[in-house]
C-alpha cells in the first residue's frame, strides 16, 4: 500500500461523509413533506484489494441511498383506507338529510303534521267557523311547503351527487394516467444497477396509489422492475405499461313489468365499455348515495305524501262541506308525491269548500234501466232525480253506464259528464245512440242528506286518520303503521344509519390513523436523529480531511529526505 | 409501537389529540347553549323515535284538552239554560195548580193566562239559546233557531163550506211556503191562545180550536153568517210555535281521549220532545188554552203534561251534568298525562346541566392539558442545543 493510496482512502471517506451530509440535509428540508421517506446513505468498506497480512482496504463505498419505509404498512393502509373513504361519504350525506328532516325539533314534519291535525279537531269544534276553516288550510299549506321543500332538496343533492361523481371519475383517471407515467419513469432511473436512483419519484407514487386506494377498492403489487401493478375487484386498474380509464354513463333498466327503472349511473371502462362497479371507496359510497340511499328516503317521503293525500282525499270527498256539496277533493288527486303534493284548487279558493259535515250512508249499488232508454235526441240529459227523487248526491266513482254491453267513458269529451251534487247525466256524443236505445245504469247514491252547519264528526274522523295505522301492511294485509310512526321510523333509521356510518368512520380512521403513525416512527424524519447525524458526519469529513493532512506531512517528510 | 419517534409523528398526534378534544368540547357546548341532548337523530336514534312519539302524543294531548274545554264551555251553557228552563217549569206547574183552582174566575184565568204566556216566550227564547254564535238545542244545524215564535194568518175561502161547518179545519199558515205539503203552506200546530182571532167571529160562540193540532171547528150557530162570510174569505191571525224542519237531533261529539268521543250537546228533542211526542209545549198550550177558555179540566190535563216535560228536561240536565263530570276526569288524567309526558320528553331531550356542566369542565382541563403538552412536546428539538 502506497501513501497516495492512503490519500484515496481519505477522499473516498470525505466524499462519502459528503454525500451523507447531504442526505441528512434533503431529510431536514422534507421533514414536513407529505409523503416523504427519509432517506439514509448505504456505505460498505472497499475491500478489493488483499494486503500481504490481510485485507486493509481502500476505504469507504456508497453502495446505495436507501428508503426506509415499511411496504407491507402501506398495504393495510391502503386496504382500510377505502372503508374510510366510503364512511366519510356516506356519514357526510347522511348529516345533510339528517338537516334536511330537522328533527328533533319544531321546524320538522312531525310538528307540522300535528298541527295540521289539530286543526281537523278544531274545525270540529267548530264547523262553521271561517277561522278553523283557514287554520286547516293554511296548517295544511305549511305540510305541503314542507313535502316541497324537502323533496327539492333531495333531488338537488341528489343531482349534486353526479357533479361530485364526476369530478372524482376525473381525478381518478388523471391518477391512474400518473401512476402509470412514473410507474415507466422509475423503470428507466432504475434500469440497470441504480437502485434507489427513483426515490423520491416513489414517495410520489405511494401517495398517489394512497390517495387512488381513497377511492376505490384496490389491491396492488410491485414488479422486479419497480412498476406497480393495481387492480380492484379482479380488473386491472393500472398494469406494468398501461392505466385503464373510466367513464361514466346513465342508464335504465326494462323491469319485468315492463317499465324503466328510474335512471341510475354507472361507471364503464372508456375502451371496452365494460361495467365497472367498485366494491368500496369513496366511488362506491358517493354512487351509493346517489341511487340508494337518496332515493330511499324520496320514496318514504313520496309514499308519505301519498298516504296523507289518498287518505285525507277518501274520507274528505265524501264529506257536505257549507257549500253544501259532497265530493270536493281536499288535496288535488292528481298530486301524489312530495314535489307536487298540493291543495285541490276549490280548497284554495273558498275555505267553505272544506268538508266538516259527513254525508249519509252510502246506498247498496243500485241498478237500473232509464224509462225509454236514451233520452230523445233534444234534451240528451237523464235526470236521476226524475227517476227517484232520492237519486242525487251520486258517490263520485260508483257509477258506470253501459250501452248495448260496452261501458261509456266520463268526461269532457268523451261519452258523458256528470253532476253527482245533482245527479245528472248529460250526454255529449249523443248522435251515436239510437233514440230508445237501452242504457244500464250502476250507481251508489246517499242518504240522509245535509246534516247540518255544526256537524263536524268528518272533520273528526279526518283527524283521527293520525291514529289509524295506514302503512306497512303484515302478511294479512292490515296495515300496521300510523303515519306518525312510519315517519318517526325512518327518521330513526336515517339515525341508525348515521352513526353506522360514524362508528365506521371513527374506526377506521383510529386504524389509519395507527398505521401512519408506525410508518412514521419508521419513514418519518426525526430532526434529532438527522442533528446527530449531521454532527456525525461533520466529524468524520473533518477527520477524513485530517488525515489528509498528515499523509501530505508524512509525504513531505519522505520527499524533504 | 416501535422505539423510534420521529416528529412529524408527534405533531400529528398533537394535532388529532388538540382536534378531538376540541370537537368533543364543542359539542358539549353546543348541548350545554341548546339545552338539548339530542340535535340530530344520529346522536340517539333509539331515543328519537320515543321523542318524536311523545311529542305527537303531548300534542294530540293539548287538542283533547282544548276539545273538553271548548265541549265544557257549551255544557256550561246547556246547564244553566236547562236550570232557568226548570224554573220555569216550576213556576208554569204552580200557576196550572193555582189556576185549575175552581175558585178562580174566568177574569182571573186571564191574568193567570197573561203571566204564563211570558213564561212561554221566555221558554222559547231558552230553548233558542245560541252560544258562540250556535244554537245550543239545534243538533247539527246550529244556524238555524230550532224554534219560532211566528205570527201566522190565514184567509179562509173554499174550504168553508155549508158541509165543512161542525168539522175540523186545518189551519195553514199562508205566509210560510212548504213544497212538501199539499196545500203548498205550512201546517200550523201550537198555535197560542190568546192571539187566536178571526175577524168577525166570537171563540167558544161560533167556533172552537184545537190548539195543539191547530184546528179550528165551526159551530152551527154561526152558519148564517158563515156562509155570507164564505165569498168574501174569513181572516184568521194567531202566533204559533213553528219547530224547525231541519234535523235538530244530530249528536255533535268531541273526541276526549285516543279513539274516545263523548256526546256534547243537548238536542231539542231530549229537553222539549221530539215529533211524535207530547212536547213541553203542547203541556204550555193545554194550560193557556184552559186558562184563556176558562176550563179547569184542561189546566189540570196540563198539570200532567208539565210534569212529564219537567222530568224530561230534569233528565236532559242531569245527562248534561254526568257528561260534564266524565269530562272534568278525563281532562285531569290528560293534564297528569301531560306532566308525564314533558317529563319524559325533557329526559330524553333535554340536557342533565349539573352533569353537562362537570363534563364541559372537565373537558376543558383536558383540552387544555392537551394544548400545554402539545405545546412542550414540539418545541425543542437538538438544533435548539448545538
Redesign the interface.
Given at each position: 500500500m502506497s501513501l497516495f493510496s492512503a490519500l484515496n482512502t481519505a477522499t473516498r471517506g470525505m466524499a462519502a461523509a459528503q454525500a451523507a451530509i447531504q442526505v441528512t440535509g434533503q431529510n431536514i428540508s422534507n421533514?414536513?413533506t407529505e409523503g416523504y421517506t427519509r432517506k439514509r446513505v448505504e456505505l460498505s468498506p472497499d475491500s478489493r484489494r488483499d494486503g500481504v497480512y490481510g485485507s486493509i482496504g481502500m476505504g469507504v463505498e456508497i453502495t446505495s441511498i436507501a428508503r426506509i419505509r415499511d411496504i407491507y404498512i402501506d398495504q393495510q393502509i391502503a386496504e382500510q383506507i377505502g372503508d374510510r373513504g366510503k364512511a366519510r361519504v356516506m356519514d357526510e350525506a347522511?348529516?345533510k338529510l339528517?338537516?334536511l328532516?330537522a328533527?328533533?325539533g319544531d321546524g320538522g314534519f312531525?310538528?307540522h303534521l300535528?298541527?295540521f291535525?289539530?286543526a281537523w279537531?278544531?274545525l270540529?269544534?267548530?264547523p262553521?267557523d271561517l277561522a278553523a276553516r283557514g287554520a286547516v288550510r293554511t296548517s295544511a299549506e305549511v305540510v305541503t311547503d314542507m313535502f316541497h321543500s324537502v323533496a327539492q332538496d333531495l333531488r338537488m343533492f341528489r343531482e349534486s351527487r353526479m357533479e361530485v361523481l364526476d369530478s372524482k371519475v376525473r381525478i381518478l383517471n388523471g391518477l391512474m394516467r400518473d401512476i402509470h407515467n412514473l410507474n415507466t419513469e422509475i423503470a428507466s432511473q432504475e434500469a440497470g444497477n441504480s437502485r434507489g436512483a427513483a426515490n423520491d419519484t416513489r414517495d410520489q407514487r405511494d401517495l398517489m396509489v394512497r390517495q387512488l386506494a381513497e377511492m376505490v377498492d384496490v389491491k396492488y403489487f410491485e414488479d422486479e422492475l419497480g412498476r406497480v401493478t393495481i387492480t380492484t375487484a379482479g380488473s386491472l386498474l393500472v398494469g406494468p405499461t398501461s392505466a385503464v380509464q373510466l367513464e361514466l354513463y346513465s342508464s335504465s333498466k326494462m323491469l319485468p313489468d315492463g317499465s324503466m327503472s328510474p335512471v341510475i349511473t354507472e361507471l364503464r371502462f372508456a375502451d371496452s365499455k365494460k361495467v365497472f362497479t367498485p366494491n368500496g371507496g369513496e366511488l362506491r359510497a358517493i354512487m351509493d348515495v346517489k341511487d340508494v340511499l337518496v332515493p330511499k328516503y324520496q320514496n318514504y317521503l313520496d309514499t308519505l305524501a301519498k298516504t296523507l293525500v289518498t287518505e285525507v282525499n277518501a274520507l274528505h270527498s265524501e264529506g257536505y262541506n257549507l257549500n253544501r256539496s259532497t265530493g270536493v277533493f281536499f288535496f288535488d288527486v292528481s298530486q301524489t308525491t312530495a314535489q307536487g303534493i298540493k291543495l285541490s284548487p276549490s280548497i284554495l279558493k273558498d275555505v267553505n269548500n272544506i268538508a266538516a259535515?259527513p254525508a249519509g250512508r252510502s246506498s247498496l249499488p243500485i241498478n237500473f234501466l232509464p224509462v225509454g232508454g236514451v233520452p230523445a235526441l233534444a234534451d240528451p240529459v237523464i235526470r236521476l232525480s226524475n227517476i227517484n227523487p232520492l237519486y242525487r248526491d251520486i258517490i263520485p266513482g260508483s257509477l258506470n253506464i253501459e250501452w248495448n254491453g260496452q261501458s261509456l267513458q266520463e268526461g269532457p269529451g268523451k261519452d258523458y259528464v256528470v253532476d253527482y251534487q245533482l245527479g245528472t247525466i248529460h250526454f255529449i256524443n249523443y248522435a251515436k245512440y239510437g233514440a230508445g236505445d237501452a242504457l244500464d245504469v250502476t250507481l251508489r247514491h246517499r242518504e240522509g242528506g245535509y246534516?247540518?252547519?255544526?256537524?263536524?264528526?268528518l272533520a273528526?274522523a279526518i283527524?283521527?286518520l293520525?291514529?289509524t295505522p295506514l302503512l306497512k301492511p303484515d302478511p294479512t294485509g292490515k296495515s300496521t303503521q300510523t303515519l306518525?310512526?312510519f315517519?318517526?321510523?325512518f327518521?330513526?333509521?336515517?339515525?341508525?344509519?348515521?352513526?353506522q356510518a360514524?362508528s365506521t368512520f371513527d374506526t377506521k380512521s383510529f386504524l389509519i390513523?395507527q398505521l401512519?403513525?408506525?410508518q412514521?416512527?419508521?419513514a418519518?424524519?426525526?430532526?434529532?436523529?438527522e442533528?446527530?447525524n449531521m454532527?456525525k458526519f461533520e466529524h468524520s469529513y473533518q477527520a477524513s480531511a485530517r488525515f489528509i493532512s498528515v499523509i501530505n506531512s508524512m509525504l513531505d517528510t519522505l520527499l524533504n529526505i | 409501537?416501535?422505539t423510534?419517534?420521529?416528529?412529524?409523528?408527534i405533531t400529528?398526534?398533537v394535532q388529532?389529540e388538540i382536534n378531538k378534544n376540541y370537537v368533543r368540547l364543542d359539542k358539549l357546548q353546543t348541548s350545554l347553549a341548546s339545552g338539548?341532548r339530542?340535535m340530530?337523530?344520529?346522536?340517539?336514534?333509539?331515543a328519537?323515535?320515543s321523542?318524536?312519539?311523545i311529542?305527537?302524543d303531548i300534542?294530540?294531548i293539548?287538542?283533547f284538552k282544548?276539545?273538553i274545554d271548548?265541549?265544557k264551555a257549551l255544557m256550561a251553557t246547556i246547564d244553566s239554560t236547562l236550570m232557568t228552563q226548570n224554573n220555569l217549569f216550576q213556576a208554569a206547574r204552580e200557576k196550572a195548580i193555582y189556576g185549575a183552582n175552581d175558585t178562580q174566575g174566568a177574569e182571573q184565568r186571564i191574568y193567570i193566562g197573561r203571566e204564563v204566556r211570558v213564561m212561554l216566550d221566555q221558554m222559547v227564547a231558552m230553548a233558542n239559546t245560541s252560544f258562540?254564535?250556535?244554537f245550543i238545542f239545534?243538533?247539527?244545524?246550529?244556524?238555524v233557531a230550532p224554534y219560532e215564535l211566528k205570527p201566522g194568518s190565514q184567509t179562509l175561502t173554499t174550504e168553508l163550506t155549508v158541509a165543512t161547518v161542525g168539522t175540523p179545519i186545518q189551519i195553514w199558515d199562508t205566509s210560510v211556503t212548504d213544497s212538501n205539503t199539499p196545500s203548498g203552506f205550512a201546517r200550523a200546530y201550537h198555535i197560542i191562545p190568546g192571539s187566536f182571532e178571526v175577524a168577525g167571529f166570537v171563540e167558544g160562540t161560533d167556533y172552537t180550536v184545537d190548539y195543539v193540532n191547530g184546528r179550528i171547528t165551526f159551530t152551527p150557530p154561526g152558519t148564517d153568517a158563515l156562509t155570507q162570510a164564505g165569498g168574501a174569505g174569513i181572516d184568521l191571525s194567531y202566533e204559533w210555535i213553528r219547530r224547525n224542519e231541519?234535523?235538530l237531533d244530530?249528536k255533535?261529539?268531541?273526541?276526549v281521549d285516543?279513539?274516545i268521543?263523548m256526546q256534547i250537546n243537548t238536542t231539542a228533542s231530549d229537553v222539549y220532545g221530539g215529533v211524535n211526542d207530547q212536547t213541553t209545549w203542547e203541556a204550555m198550550i193545554t194550560l193557556l188554552d184552559g186558562l184563556h177558555n176558562n176550563q179547569s179540566t184542561k189546566m189540570l190535563e196540563s198539570i200532567g203534561k208539565l210534569e212529564t216535560g219537567f222530568n224530561r228536561s230534569l233528565g236532559a240536565q242531569a245527562t248534561n251534568g254526568a257528561r260534564m263530570n266524565r269530562l272534568d276526569y278525563t281532562d285531569e288524567r290528560n293534564t297528569t298525562r301531560t306532566v308525564d309526558m314533558t317529563r319524559l320528553k325533557s329526559q330524553l331531550?333535554d340536557v342533565d346541566f349539573a352533569e353537562a356542566i362537570s363534563q364541559f369542565l372537565l373537558q376543558q382541563s383536558v383540552y387544555d392539558a392537551s394544548l400545554r403538552t402539545g405545546a412542550r412536546a414540539i418545541q425543542n428539538?437538538?438544533?435548539n442545543f448545538?
Amino acid at each position: 500500500m502506497s501513501l497516495f493510496s492512503a490519500l484515496n482512502t481519505a477522499t473516498r471517506g470525505m466524499a462519502a461523509a459528503q454525500a451523507a451530509i447531504q442526505v441528512t440535509g434533503q431529510n431536514i428540508s422534507n421533514a414536513n413533506t407529505e409523503g416523504y421517506t427519509r432517506k439514509r446513505v448505504e456505505l460498505s468498506p472497499d475491500s478489493r484489494r488483499d494486503g500481504v497480512y490481510g485485507s486493509i482496504g481502500m476505504g469507504v463505498e456508497i453502495t446505495s441511498i436507501a428508503r426506509i419505509r415499511d411496504i407491507y404498512i402501506d398495504q393495510q393502509i391502503a386496504e382500510q383506507i377505502g372503508d374510510r373513504g366510503k364512511a366519510r361519504v356516506m356519514d357526510e350525506a347522511m348529516e345533510k338529510l339528517e338537516g334536511l328532516f330537522a328533527e328533533p325539533g319544531d321546524g320538522g314534519f312531525n310538528t307540522h303534521l300535528n298541527n295540521f291535525w289539530n286543526a281537523w279537531q278544531d274545525l270540529a269544534n267548530n264547523p262553521s267557523d271561517l277561522a278553523a276553516r283557514g287554520a286547516v288550510r293554511t296548517s295544511a299549506e305549511v305540510v305541503t311547503d314542507m313535502f316541497h321543500s324537502v323533496a327539492q332538496d333531495l333531488r338537488m343533492f341528489r343531482e349534486s351527487r353526479m357533479e361530485v361523481l364526476d369530478s372524482k371519475v376525473r381525478i381518478l383517471n388523471g391518477l391512474m394516467r400518473d401512476i402509470h407515467n412514473l410507474n415507466t419513469e422509475i423503470a428507466s432511473q432504475e434500469a440497470g444497477n441504480s437502485r434507489g436512483a427513483a426515490n423520491d419519484t416513489r414517495d410520489q407514487r405511494d401517495l398517489m396509489v394512497r390517495q387512488l386506494a381513497e377511492m376505490v377498492d384496490v389491491k396492488y403489487f410491485e414488479d422486479e422492475l419497480g412498476r406497480v401493478t393495481i387492480t380492484t375487484a379482479g380488473s386491472l386498474l393500472v398494469g406494468p405499461t398501461s392505466a385503464v380509464q373510466l367513464e361514466l354513463y346513465s342508464s335504465s333498466k326494462m323491469l319485468p313489468d315492463g317499465s324503466m327503472s328510474p335512471v341510475i349511473t354507472e361507471l364503464r371502462f372508456a375502451d371496452s365499455k365494460k361495467v365497472f362497479t367498485p366494491n368500496g371507496g369513496e366511488l362506491r359510497a358517493i354512487m351509493d348515495v346517489k341511487d340508494v340511499l337518496v332515493p330511499k328516503y324520496q320514496n318514504y317521503l313520496d309514499t308519505l305524501a301519498k298516504t296523507l293525500v289518498t287518505e285525507v282525499n277518501a274520507l274528505h270527498s265524501e264529506g257536505y262541506n257549507l257549500n253544501r256539496s259532497t265530493g270536493v277533493f281536499f288535496f288535488d288527486v292528481s298530486q301524489t308525491t312530495a314535489q307536487g303534493i298540493k291543495l285541490s284548487p276549490s280548497i284554495l279558493k273558498d275555505v267553505n269548500n272544506i268538508a266538516a259535515a259527513p254525508a249519509g250512508r252510502s246506498s247498496l249499488p243500485i241498478n237500473f234501466l232509464p224509462v225509454g232508454g236514451v233520452p230523445a235526441l233534444a234534451d240528451p240529459v237523464i235526470r236521476l232525480s226524475n227517476i227517484n227523487p232520492l237519486y242525487r248526491d251520486i258517490i263520485p266513482g260508483s257509477l258506470n253506464i253501459e250501452w248495448n254491453g260496452q261501458s261509456l267513458q266520463e268526461g269532457p269529451g268523451k261519452d258523458y259528464v256528470v253532476d253527482y251534487q245533482l245527479g245528472t247525466i248529460h250526454f255529449i256524443n249523443y248522435a251515436k245512440y239510437g233514440a230508445g236505445d237501452a242504457l244500464d245504469v250502476t250507481l251508489r247514491h246517499r242518504e240522509g242528506g245535509y246534516p247540518g252547519d255544526g256537524v263536524g264528526s268528518l272533520a273528526l274522523a279526518i283527524a283521527q286518520l293520525r291514529q289509524t295505522p295506514l302503512l306497512k301492511p303484515d302478511p294479512t294485509g292490515k296495515s300496521t303503521q300510523t303515519l306518525d310512526q312510519f315517519y318517526s321510523s325512518f327518521v330513526g333509521e336515517l339515525g341508525i344509519e348515521r352513526q353506522q356510518a360514524k362508528s365506521t368512520f371513527d374506526t377506521k380512521s383510529f386504524l389509519i390513523a395507527q398505521l401512519d403513525s408506525r410508518q412514521q416512527s419508521v419513514a418519518g424524519v426525526s430532526l434529532d436523529e438527522e442533528m446527530t447525524n449531521m454532527i456525525k458526519f461533520e466529524h468524520s469529513y473533518q477527520a477524513s480531511a485530517r488525515f489528509i493532512s498528515v499523509i501530505n506531512s508524512m509525504l513531505d517528510t519522505l520527499l524533504n529526505i | 409501537m416501535s422505539t423510534r419517534v420521529t416528529f412529524s409523528q408527534i405533531t400529528t398526534n398533537v394535532q388529532n389529540e388538540i382536534n378531538k378534544n376540541y370537537v368533543r368540547l364543542d359539542k358539549l357546548q353546543t348541548s350545554l347553549a341548546s339545552g338539548k341532548r339530542i340535535m340530530r337523530p344520529s346522536d340517539d336514534p333509539v331515543a328519537i323515535l320515543s321523542s318524536l312519539a311523545i311529542r305527537s302524543d303531548i300534542s294530540q294531548i293539548g287538542q283533547f284538552k282544548r276539545n273538553i274545554d271548548d265541549g265544557k264551555a257549551l255544557m256550561a251553557t246547556i246547564d244553566s239554560t236547562l236550570m232557568t228552563q226548570n224554573n220555569l217549569f216550576q213556576a208554569a206547574r204552580e200557576k196550572a195548580i193555582y189556576g185549575a183552582n175552581d175558585t178562580q174566575g174566568a177574569e182571573q184565568r186571564i191574568y193567570i193566562g197573561r203571566e204564563v204566556r211570558v213564561m212561554l216566550d221566555q221558554m222559547v227564547a231558552m230553548a233558542n239559546t245560541s252560544f258562540k254564535g250556535d244554537f245550543i238545542f239545534a243538533g247539527g244545524n246550529t244556524q238555524v233557531a230550532p224554534y219560532e215564535l211566528k205570527p201566522g194568518s190565514q184567509t179562509l175561502t173554499t174550504e168553508l163550506t155549508v158541509a165543512t161547518v161542525g168539522t175540523p179545519i186545518q189551519i195553514w199558515d199562508t205566509s210560510v211556503t212548504d213544497s212538501n205539503t199539499p196545500s203548498g203552506f205550512a201546517r200550523a200546530y201550537h198555535i197560542i191562545p190568546g192571539s187566536f182571532e178571526v175577524a168577525g167571529f166570537v171563540e167558544g160562540t161560533d167556533y172552537t180550536v184545537d190548539y195543539v193540532n191547530g184546528r179550528i171547528t165551526f159551530t152551527p150557530p154561526g152558519t148564517d153568517a158563515l156562509t155570507q162570510a164564505g165569498g168574501a174569505g174569513i181572516d184568521l191571525s194567531y202566533e204559533w210555535i213553528r219547530r224547525n224542519e231541519l234535523d235538530l237531533d244530530a249528536k255533535l261529539h268531541r273526541e276526549v281521549d285516543k279513539g274516545i268521543t263523548m256526546q256534547i250537546n243537548t238536542t231539542a228533542s231530549d229537553v222539549y220532545g221530539g215529533v211524535n211526542d207530547q212536547t213541553t209545549w203542547e203541556a204550555m198550550i193545554t194550560l193557556l188554552d184552559g186558562l184563556h177558555n176558562n176550563q179547569s179540566t184542561k189546566m189540570l190535563e196540563s198539570i200532567g203534561k208539565l210534569e212529564t216535560g219537567f222530568n224530561r228536561s230534569l233528565g236532559a240536565q242531569a245527562t248534561n251534568g254526568a257528561r260534564m263530570n266524565r269530562l272534568d276526569y278525563t281532562d285531569e288524567r290528560n293534564t297528569t298525562r301531560t306532566v308525564d309526558m314533558t317529563r319524559l320528553k325533557s329526559q330524553l331531550e333535554d340536557v342533565d346541566f349539573a352533569e353537562a356542566i362537570s363534563q364541559f369542565l372537565l373537558q376543558q382541563s383536558v383540552y387544555d392539558a392537551s394544548l400545554r403538552t402539545g405545546a412542550r412536546a414540539i418545541q425543542n428539538t437538538l438544533a435548539n442545543f448545538l
